[in-house]
């Protein structure tokens, strides 16, 4: 009778070894996972080896690429979205209508704003309309707070 090579002999161990583990492991598998522990909010900070790092919460502006809707948002929408988002204007303090127009004018000369000389009342209106609805404050956490611009009218003993 020929002796089985090492190669036959570890061919059939190994494969009777996947049997078995495959027979072994397959109720185990079943088992239900338990259930999901209720994740603990991450710890305020951290420290070790001399550094500490801290969790810190920033509230940043954001960030709106269109203009909202609004008598006049589709031409400002059409005018004024090509080179940057309508943020830039959306965080300006509230301007009057002849500093929205100058601001528009300054668009077209400097920047060379392909802007229509017919959308511009348009465009300011739009503008204009939106400072209007601005509260005295603005939306003004991207621009430091000018304690004079917004005099306390709460009539406190003062
Ligand atoms: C040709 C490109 C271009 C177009 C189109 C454009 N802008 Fe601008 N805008 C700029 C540039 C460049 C800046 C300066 C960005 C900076 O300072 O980082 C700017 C800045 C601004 C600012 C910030 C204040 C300032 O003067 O820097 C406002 C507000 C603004 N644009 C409004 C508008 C409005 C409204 C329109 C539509 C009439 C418009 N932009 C169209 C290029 C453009």
Not at 58 to 82: F, K, M, R, W
Not at 142 to 155: H, L, R
């Amino acid at each position: 009778m020929k002796t089985p090579s090492i190669g036959t002999l570890s061919f059939g161990f190994v494969g009777a070894t996947v049997v078995l583990l495959l027979a072994i492991g397959a109720p185990n598998s079943r088992v239900a996972p338990p259930p999901a522990a209720p994740t603990a909010p991450p710890p305020p900070s951290v420290s070790a080896r001399g550094f500490s790092l801290a969790s810190t919460s920033v509230d940043l502006p954001t960030d709106e690429g269109q203009y909202p809707a609004g008598p006049h948002a589709d031409v400002i929408n059409a005018n004024c979205t090509s080179c940057h988002s309508a943020s830039m204007a959306l965080n300006q303090p509230p301007l009057s209508g002849d500093q929205w127009t100058a601001e528009v004018t300054k668009m077209r000369e400097v920047y060379k704003a392909p802007v229509a000389a017919a959308d511009v009342p348009a465009i300011v209106a739009y503008l204009t309309a939106m400072s209007t609805k601005q509260p005295g404050a603005a939306k003004g956490k991207a621009q430091d707070p000018d304690p004079k611009a917004a005099p306390d009218v709460s009539g406190g003993s003062g």
